[in-house]
């Protein structure tokens, strides 16, 4: 147990709908990173934040969009969604913004979109 | 742009040495780390080398040439338990400092036969 949480663990839903997925983070880590794994491809990275801030974007689609909460916990948001957005959703967190060499990953969040 | 490269598979039995290369480019290198992931469970971290040469964790050994781009994770006395995909990851640098965001390889499926 990493000691990162997110929920839901499975979520159905159809195309063009929006959904929320939700990550805490470990206790003290301030930096929350979002990833995405499909089949055919590794893990994506998506975005990054730190203590509340946006501090770092990947392949991260319009339709989708992050924040972190000042409790730390962060929500990644989907929306109009599409067959192809169907993947598994990792949370990650670390201690501060840089210099740190290891990521505490979450269960993941398996989307399915039908 | 940056990129990753790793074998897609590799097959080993019980008890034997199995090495995964991965080469990466990218710009502004900030070390490599190994990741472990078991089917549709959560990435876990291995090792990271920041500097070239070798970095030993019990049964895991990872390597870094930097002026070859390449390194490797040697596992050692293999077991079932090894069986697994194996991710390469870079750190890069954003915003002018070093950052945790990872880029991840494609990931090595290790199968571990009796």
């Known amino acids: 147990d990493s000691g990162v949480t997110q929920t839901p663990k499975h979520l159905i839903t159809a195309t063009g709908q929006r959904v929320t997925l939700r990550c805490s983070p470990r206790?003290?880590?301030?930096?929350v990173y979002w990833y995405q794994q499909s089949l055919d491809q590794g893990l994506q990275f998506l975005i990054q934040?730190?203590?509340?801030?946006?501090?770092a974007k990947g392949n991260i689609l319009e339709r989708f969009s992050a924040q972190q909460f000042p409790d730390l916990h962060s929500e990644l948001n989907l929306s109009s969604l599409e067959l192809g957005d169907s993947a598994l959703y990792f949370c990650?967190?670390?201690?501060?913004?840089?210099?740190?060499?290891?990521?505490?990953f979450g269960p993941g969040t398996r989307l399915t979109v039908l | 742009g940056q990129s990753l490269e790793q074998p897609s598979e590799v097959t080993a039995v019980e008890g034997a040495i199995v090495q995964i290369n991965c080469t990466y480019q990218?710009?502004?290198?900030?070390?490599l780390s190994w990741y472990q992931q078991h089917d549709g469970g959560a990435p876990t971290f291995l090792s990271y080398?920041?500097?070239?040469g070798l970095e030993e964790t019990g049964r895991f050994s990872s390597f870094l040439s930097r002026s070859d781009s390449y390194g490797y994770l040697l596992l050692q006395e293999l077991q079932m338990k090894d069986s697994a995909s194996y991710f390469c990851?870079?750190?890069?640098?954003?915003?002018?400092?070093?950052?945790?965001?990872?880029?991840f390889g494609t990931g090595t499926l290790l199968a571990v036969q009796p």
């Open positions: 934040y730190y203590n509340g801030e946006e501090r």
């Open positions: 990851a870079v750190r890069s640098r954003v915003y002018g400092g070093a950052t945790n965001k990872l880029i």
């Open positions: 206790s003290g880590d301030l930096s």
């Open positions: 990650a967190s670390s201690p501060g913004e840089g210099n740190y060499n290891e990521q505490f």
């Open positions: 990218t710009s502004g290198f900030y070390g």
């Open positions: 080398n920041g500097l070239d």
